[in-house]
């Protein structure tokens, strides 16, 4: 049996599987794969190890005429149409846990980027404009009795909060369900969106992208945010309106923002390189060496259980 492996990657998964006895080719690139040559390299393979910049749509699906399942490396999955894979008993499998602490590092470091303007003070030392500490100079704000609302109270959602609750802050989150670690572990309390948006200090989106998310926190909602508030999004730049986020922050009707995520990733919306009050980062949630390798394992080890006939680690159903 055949696996395909649209990357090189972290760990070398190519190994695991071949060691397991299966046939490997691999896209050797760091560029993504263009979509002609992935729909021809996986028209008859039996696995795909795919990641967030393969769409694997009805077209990609129909045209699978043996694969058994497609293993994510990444935990979002909004890349693949799964209720269309579940359709065709088409496997679907992602990486959740093994990237949970890298990205709640992330979201905490934009956190503090945005507290205590990083960006900002960066810029004046390259710019070698720095002549001395100031009493006035660079101002943030402390974060400890702050609130944090968190949007998504997943595995990221509780491992930032758990986090910031360190750094003296409350909690407070929105989910669809009660989260019993949020209020036994971090005292915090379950809250509606707009009540989270309308009392929080910092706002940290940790939601999958879904029809239900996409566009979730549109303008209605980012009004509601206090004129001093930072909103930190790590999980998909979909889930919020960025052009009207924009607004806000150059018109300096929130203090703050951090992006890992983009709207229309990777275009960067210009606007946003003139801003000073945003720390931008490329999508670096889950880029570290253990966590990347961690990933490229998990993806791996589905492929290798699916195609020896057990049950996969980390199924996603729609
Ligand atoms: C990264 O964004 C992931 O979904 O793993
Ligand atoms: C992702 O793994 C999450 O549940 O937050």
Known sequence: MKVFITRKLPGEPEKFIKQNGFDVEIYNNDEPIPRELFLKKTKNV?????????????EAIDNFSNC???????????????????????????TPNVLTDATADIACGLILACARRFHEGEKLI????????????LLGFDL??????????GRIGFATAKRMKAFGMK????????????????????????????????????????????????????????????FVNTARG????????????QKKK????????????????????????????????????????AMSLLAAKNIVNVLSGKKPLTQVLK
């Open 144 to 153: 400890k009795n702050k609130t944090l609302g968190i949007i998504g109270a």
């Open 254 to 293: 929130i203090f703050s923002a951090g992006f890992d995520v983009y709207e229309n990733e990777p275009k960067i919306n210009p606007k946003l390189l003139k801003l000073e009050n945003v720390f931008l980062l490329p999508h670096l949630g889950s880029a570290t060496e253990e966590t990347r390798k």
């Open 171 to 230: 909690i407070i989150y929105y989910d669809r369900n009660k989260r019993e670690n949020f209020d036994k572990e971090l005292n915090a309390k379950k809250v509606s969106l707009n009540k989270l948006m309308k009392n929080s200090d910092v706002v940290s989106i940790h939601l999958p992208l879904a029809e239900q998310t996409k566009y979730l926190i549109n303008k209605t909602k980012l009004d509601l945010l206090k004129p001093t508030a930072i």
């Open 68 to 94: 058994k399942i497609v293993a994510n490396c990444a935990v979002g999955y909004n890349n693949i149409d799964v209720s269309y894979a579940n359709d065709k008993k088409l496997i679907v499998t992602n």
């Open 238 to 249: 979909e889930i919020v309106e960025e052009k009207y986020l924009i607004e806000l922050l």
């Open 46 to 58: 039996d696995a795909v190890l795919s990641l967030m910049s393969e769409k694997i749509d009805k």
């Open 126 to 137: 390259r710019n070698k404009k720095f002549f001395g500490w100031k009493p006035n100079m």
